[in-house]
C-alpha cells in the first residue's frame, strides 16, 4: 500500500488512479492538482498542475486512446484540460469557461462514445464537452437540469438498440432539487433530452454512478445529504426504473460519493463520518454489507 503525506496545503477532495493504475492524481482547496507515479510501495512526485484560482473538486482521467489527458474541475467555473507532453511536464490545452458558477463534476464517457466530457454546475446546468484529435472543442448545454444547482454527473455504459444498431448514449445527473435525472441523445436535434427525472430523496443528492458493467439488468446510484442511498435498477431497456434503499437505516451522516467497481458489482460509499463501506447484491436482491475501511 502506497501512502502520501503532506500532498496538499488543505484538504483533498479527490484522488484517481489512470486507467493502468500507474499514475495518481489528486487534487485540492490549495488550487493545485498533483500527479505522482506510483509503484509498489514507492510513489514520486511528477508535476504540480496550478491555473485554476479557486478550490479543485474532482479530476478525471481520458481512456488512454485519446492519450495522456486529465480535466479538472473547480469553484471558479472553469474546466481544464490538461496534457503531458514529451518533456513530462503539463499543460492546459483546452478551457471550457462557459458555466457561471462552481463546476462541481466531471466525468469522461465510455471511449465508444468518444472522447466527450461531462460537465455539472451550481448554475443548474449540464455540458457536454466534445474533446476532437486537433485540440479543438464544441459543447452542448442543457439549461435548468436542476434546480439551484448540479452535483454530480454519471454516462451510462455503451449500449446498442437493438431495432437502429446505433449505440445510444445515456448519463445520469443528481441535484440540488434531490432529483435524479436521466438524460438521452438526440441525434436529429443534437441534444440531450430528460428520458426520466427519479424521486426519491429528501435533501440534495450529492453522487451519482452508474454501473460501468452490462449487467442482466441496469443500475444507478444515487447518495445523498439526507443520510440515504438508493439503488435504482431498470430490467431492460424502456422498463421503470425501481427505487431500493441500500440500507433500512440511514446512515450516520451525509452520504458524498458512490463508487461502483468496475466489474459493477461492488458498491464502496464514503460518508461525513468519514469512513467508505463495501456493499454487494445477494442473491435475494437484498444489498448487504461488504467491507469496510475506516480512515
Known amino acids: 500500500m502506497v501512502t502520501i503525506g503532506n500532498a496538499h496545503d ?36 511528477l508535476d504540480t498542475l496550478k491555473g485554476h484560482e ?21 469553484y471558479d467555473g472553469k474546466v481544464f484540460i490538461w496534457k503531458e507532453q514529451s518533456n513530462g511536464k503539463w499543460s492546459v490545452i483546452a478551457q471550457h469557461s462557459i458555466h457561471q458558477a ?41 439549461d ?8 454530480a454527473g ?28 436521466i438524460w438521452k441523445f438526440n441525434p436529429e436535434l443534437n441534444t440531450y433530452e430528460l428520458e426520466h427525472s427519479l424521486e426519491g430523496h429528501t435533501d440534495w443528492v450529492r453522487d451519482v454512478a452508474w454501473s460501468p458493467s452490462v449487467l442482466v439488468r441496469s443500475y444507478i446510484a444515487s447518495a445523498s445529504q439526507d443520510k440515504t442511498v438508493c439503488i435504482w435498477t431498470q430490467e431492460k431497456q424502456g422498463a421503470p426504473w425501481v427505487k431500493q434503499m441500500l440500507t433500512e437505516e440511514k446512515f450516520p451522516d451525509v452520504c458524498w460519493r458512490a463508487n461502483w467497481s468496475l466489474s459493477g458489482n461492488v458498491l464502496a ?16 436482491g437484498k444489498w448487504e454489507s461488504a467491507g469496510q475501511i475506516d480512515e
Open 10 to 45: 488543505d484538504l483533498i477532495h479527490d484522488a484517481v488512479l489512470d486507467y493502468y493504475g500507474k499514475r495518481l492524481a489528486t487534487c485540492s482547496s490549495d488550487k493545485t492538482i498533483k500527479i505522482f507515479s506510483v509503484s509498489n510501495d514507492e510513489h514520486q512526485l
Open 54 to 74: 479557486g478550490p479543485v473538486w474532482q479530476i478525471a482521467w481520458a481512456h488512454p486512446k485519446f492519450g495522456v489527458i486529465l480535466a479538472s474541475a473547480s
Open 102 to 142: 462552481s463546476v462541481n463534476s466531471v466525468c469522461w464517457a465510455p471511449h465508444e462514445y468518444g472522447a466527450l466530457l461531462l460537465v455539472c454546475s451550481s448554475d443548474g446546468a449540464v455540458s457536454i464537452l466534445e474533446f476532437k484529435d486537433d485540440a479543438t472543442t464544441t459543447s452542448i448545454m442543457i
Open 144 to 151: 435548468r437540469a436542476h434546480a439551484i444547482g448540479v452535483n
Open 154 to 181: 454519471s454516462w451510462a455504459p455503451p449500449y446498442k438498440n437493438e431495432i437502429t444498431g446505433q449505440v445510444e448514449r445515456r448519463f445520469v445527473t443528481g441535484g440540488c432539487d434531490n432529483l435524479v435525472k
Open 269 to 284: 460509499v464514503s460518508g461525513g463520518d468519514n469512513k467508505v463501506t463495501l456493499w454487494r447484491e445477494n442473491l435475494d
